[in-house]
């Protein structure tokens, strides 16, 4: 079946440190990809998305290309800021899903972002 | 708009006992989800509705039921309430847009608690 695998966490990086978060995924097709950001206390909302191959999401100064040939989507940012800290999840919707586009989430990565 | 909104936010039950986590948004949107997090975990679908009067089942759906008589309420009941159902409920919400590139739109969650 569908599944993504994303780093463990937690990522503790310094403010203005450059920022990866690694995500593979496995489907068939061309899913959709996602980045959901969860804040402490709150629910999940969309940070980005990019729906075809090398197609590239962005918001709020996070990048991830959408790379086929590597089945990956790995977030992005070049200076981190500690509003940042918050938990990631990486997702997707299978191409040809039947429950009603239901979300593939991988586990999450806390990142922390220390003054 | 408020969004999606859940209530409660905390629920403690005892084992058996039985609950419903109540959802409402006000975007008209046709498709809604219940995610449940386990810690340190992605979420995993239980339930989705396409429509009103359309449910069916997601991943983990043992031990919960469904219903969608409006547009905008998808209420979520727990029958014999178990320790395994001891998680963070999250209700969604999309528009229901073809091609699986939807946006879905997350409430605050309800944490639950079965001992």
């Known amino acids: 079946g569908d599944s993504v695998t994303q780093m463990e966490g937690p990522v503790t990086l310094s403010e203005e440190a450059f920022l990866t978060i690694n995500c593979t995924y496995t489907?068939?097709?061309?899913?959709?990809l996602f980045w959901y950001v969860q804040y402490p206390g709150e629910g999940l909302q969309l940070l980005l998305k990019a729906t075809k191959a090398d197609d590239k999401g962005s918001n709020k100064g996070f990048e991830a290309t959408y790379r086929k040939e590597t089945t990956s989507f790995h977030l992005e940012k070049g200076s981190v800021q500690v509003s940042d800290s918050a938990v990631y999840f990486c997702a997707l919707i299978a191409m040809n899903n039947n429950a009603g586009n239901m979300l593939t989430f991988g586990g999450g990565t806390r990142l922390m972002v220390k003054p | 708009n408020a969004g999606v909104t859940q209530t409660p936010k905390f629920r403690i039950l005892k084992i058996g006992q039985s609950m419903t986590l109540q959802c409402a948004q006000d975007m008209n949107h046709n498709y809604m989800y219940w995610y449940r997090q386990d810690p340190g975990m992605g979420l995993k679908l239980i339930y989705y509705s396409v429509g009103a009067g359309i449910t069916d089942k997601g991943e983990v759906p043992n031990g919960y039921n469904v219903s969608r008589s409006t547009t905008e309420d998808f209420p979520l009941r727990l029958e014999l309430a178990a320790p395994s159902q001891t998680s963070v409920y999250f209700c969604?919400?999309?528009?229901?847009?073809?091609?699986?590139?939807?946006?879905?739109?997350f409430g605050p969650g309800t944490r639950l608690t079965v001992l």
């Open positions: 489907a068939t097709g061309y899913p959709s």
């Open positions: 969604a919400s999309s528009v229901g847009s073809g091609g699986g590139t939807d946006t879905q739109y």
